[in-house]
Nanobody, 115 residues
Framework: QVQLVESGGGLVQPGGSLRLSCAAS????????MGWYRQAPGKQRELVAV???????TYADSVKGRFTISRDNAKSTMYLQMNSLKPEDTAVYYC?????????WGQGTQVTVSS
């Protein structure tokens, strides 16, 4: 069992930055593939970025060059550095931990990009 707690969301102006954190507990963090997903009102949840157990990263085209995913295995924490934020980045951001067949989600943190 894995417990995930996101933090770092908030209101930011277009062009601004935020850093999200996802603290994990309850299992061996290093063996999990971790990811960030987001869901905007009226839309399906979508992949933002994932980082594998050996730190290989994958990004959605919409965030490439602006967002950076990272993990600190010693702290059992994953991060998402978001720069050059746009209004279309507004969504609830969810942390995910995956080790087949197990799949865990955090409660989500709101990110609002607005002037």
């Amino acid at each position: 069992q894995v417990q995930l707690v996101e933090s770092g969301g908030g209101l930011v102006q277009p062009g601004g930055s935020l850093r999200l954190s996802c603290a994990a507990s309850g299992s061996i963090f290093i063996i999990y593939s971790m990811g960030w997903y987001r869901q905007a009102p009226g839309k399906q949840r979508e992949l933002v970025a994932v980082i594998s157990s050996n730190s290989r990263t994958t990004y959605a085209d919409s965030v490439k060059g602006r967002f950076t995913i990272s993990r600190d295995n010693a702290k059992s924490t994953m991060y998402l550095q978001m720069n050059s934020l746009k209004p279309e980045d507004t969504a609830v951001y969810y942390c995910n931990a995956k080790l087949t067949p197990n799949d865990y989600w955090g409660q989500g943190t709101q990110v609002t990009v607005s002037s």
